[in-house]
């Protein structure tokens, strides 16, 4: 069903029409609120007026997440602290996490777009649904929450971890529909086929699966395993959270939110705007957001726009699943890692040298992070060849790196000189993850 006919159905000539609108709006907003913007937008001679239609997009600055992490923690925050209601954090390179706040309205706008994802997904207010995603700064828990919330399903915050009580909660609760990564749908799947419960024994009947990129192939396990349709769902914290664009019955690319995120094809290298079809970095802006609005967000994910008619009736443009990054971040259990944060603990620990490596592996569909580092050659000579003091300094590593990048990972403390060194740049990644 379209939760909003007006919006997803309307038609590309009004659509772009209120882009445009909202786009002089925004950008007059942030022109006056953000001195960031409103410094780069004179020294390339640029006024609030020079924006009239939705076409005047190409005239404004880019944003990155460097942008966001010199401007820590509020820099680039438009609305007063006052009308800030939600504050949630990514994660960041290195260092500092990004910081976004909502004000009431954003959250009333998440909750609208995430209705309407859930909606095309089949959620209605008979429902009852689990959201599976973590609860807490990330954006996956709350924001479906309050989706789920403002469709009128009832809610269960299930969030992570223990796969078995979940099982015992789709059984019991008669849970119907579920929103988590895909690779822990598929370790669900695993745990109630340990468990000896059978789809037939369940409900479930939609799943809505996204914060990492995933297949055709994951999808019809998903979906035969455990009987049900398995639905993306795409977003990112900069821009909103989980609900920027989704799939429909057809599932043939997701639906973006465009009234309210205006997308962008561009080459990352060049910078230059590239047309649909074409495959490039993805690039949003922000239309109606008040609390941290972004301006031609730069967000690495690789992507095409599919544009043309979609049998569902909507009208809204459609991206092609995620096909990469151009930067080096890692997405592990849905968390997105940077192997700059990895390096930057490592170098805050005296005994470690700065050789490493990050392997990550897929075990019973969950991912699991493994961090070889090298001791430095003068503790090794002082009796790092036995073992309790590498036990010692692996513990020590694994929790800083656990504060750091919100996962735990096992780490490797190897001798000097063990870790292979390449021409050139050292390979700091083996990811033997296969997305079949
Ligand atoms: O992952 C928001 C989210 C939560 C989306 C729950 C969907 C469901 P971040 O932690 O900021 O936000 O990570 C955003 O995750 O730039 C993509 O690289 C990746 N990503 C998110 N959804 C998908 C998807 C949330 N459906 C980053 N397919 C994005 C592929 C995805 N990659």
């Known amino acids: 069903m379209i939760w909003n006919p007006a919006k997803e159905s309307m038609s590309r000539e009004d659509l772009r029409e209120l882009q445009g609108r909202r786009l ?29 239609t939705i076409d005047d997009i190409v005239k404004l600055p880019f944003t990155t997440k460097q942008d966001l992490r010199d401007n820590y923690p509020f820099g680039l925050q438009a609305a007063p602290q006052s009308e800030i209601i939600r504050i949630h954090a990514s994660t960041g390179t290195t260092g500092h996490p990004t910081i976004v706040g909502y004000t009431r309205k954003d959250i009333g706008v998440w909750s609208e777009c995430m209705s309407r994802c859930l909606s095309s997904f ?33 809610v269960v915050p299930t969030s992570t971890g223990n796969t078995q009580k979940h099982v015992r909660l789709l ?42 990129p995933w297949t055709e192939n994951m999808r019809s396990e998903i979906e035969s395993r455990l009987g049900i349709k398995a639905y993306n769902i795409y977003g990112l914290s900069e821009i909103m959270g989980p609900c920027v664009s989704y799939e429909c019955e057809a599932q043939h690319g997701s639906h973006i939110n465009e009234d309210h995120f205006y997308p962008e094809i561009i080459d990352p290298t060049t910078l230059e705007p590239l047309g649909p079809g074409k495959t490039g970095e993805l690039v949003f802006t922000t239309l109606t957001k008040e609390g941290m609005p972004l301006l031609r967000y730069r967000t690495r994910d690789l992507t095409s726009i599919m544009e043309g008619e979609c049998s569902c009736g909507r009208n809204f443009v459609r991206m092609a699943p995620i096909c990469g990054r151009s930067d080096d971040m890692l997405i592990i259990r849905g968390i997105n890692v ?16 700065p050789h490493f490596r990050l392997i990550v592996d897929r075990v019973d569909n969950l991912d699991r992070l493994t961090v070889q580092v090298e001791v430095r050659p003068e503790y090794f000579d002082q009796g790092f060849d036995t073992l309790a003091p590498i036990t010692e300094l692996e513990r020590k590593v694994a929790s800083k790196l656990k504060s750091v990048l919100s996962i735990s990972a096992k780490v490797n403390v190897k001798a000097p000189n063990t870790i292979e060194r390449v021409e050139g740049k050292t390979k700091f990644v083996i990811d033997n993850r296969i997305l079949k």
Do not use: W
């Not at 609120?33 to 924006?51: E, G, H, L, T, W």
């Open 24 to 52: 002089h709006k925004i950008v007059t907003y942030v022109y006056h609120n953000v001195p960031f913007y409103r410094n780069k937008m004179q020294a390339m001679d640029v006024s609030p007026d020079d924006i009239r």
């Open 338 to 353: 940077f192997p700059s944060q990895v390096e930057s603990v490592i170098l805050s620990i005296p005994e470690c040298a």
């Open 122 to 154: 089949g959620v209605r207010k008979d429902d009852v649904f689990s959201v599976a995603y973590g609860y807490g700064l990330f954006t996956g828990g709350l924001g479906v929450h309050y989706g789920v919330e403002n469709l009128g399903a009832a």
């Open 171 to 212: 059984k019991d609760l008669g849970i119907t529909g579920i929103a988590c990564t895909p690779s822990f749908a598929l370790h669900l799947a695993e745990t109630m086929e340990q468990e000896g419960i059978t789809p037939d024994e369940l409900k479930l009947r939609i799943g809505a699966f996204g914060a990492e």
